[in-house]
Nanobody
């Protein structure tokens, strides 16, 4: 069983930065494809970025060049570095373990204009 706990969200002004963390426990995720999703108020949960077990990355067009997904296998932690934040980046951010079909509880990110 895998448990995921996100942290690092908060309130930031447009143009600012945040780094989200997703700590995994229970089983290591070094070989797992992991993703970050975002759910804006009143909208569905959408994919933001994916990190494959081979190190490959994919981003939704709206965050390319601004967000970076990475992992530290020694710490069993997934990260999302978010720069040049925009109000439309506001939402609850969730990490997801594709192999174990497991979600974290989410962390709120609010970007003010």
């Amino acid at each position: 069983q895998v448990q995921l706990v996100e942290s690092g969200g908060g309130l930031v002004q447009a143009g600012g930065s945040l780094r989200l963390s997703c700590a995994a426990s229970g089983r290591t995720f070094s070989m797992n494809t992991m993703g970050w999703y975002r759910q804006a108020p009143g909208k569905q949960r959408d994919l933001v970025a994916v990190l494959g077990s081979d190190g490959s990355t994919n981003y939704v067009d709206s965050v390319k060049g601004r967000f970076t997904i990475s992992r530290d296998n020694a710490k069993n932690t997934l990260y999302l570095q978010m720069n040049s934040l925009k109000p439309e980046d506001t939402g609850v951010y969730y990490c997801y373990d594709y192999r174990h079909n497991t979600w974290g509880q989410g962390t709120q990110v609010t970007v003010s204009s």
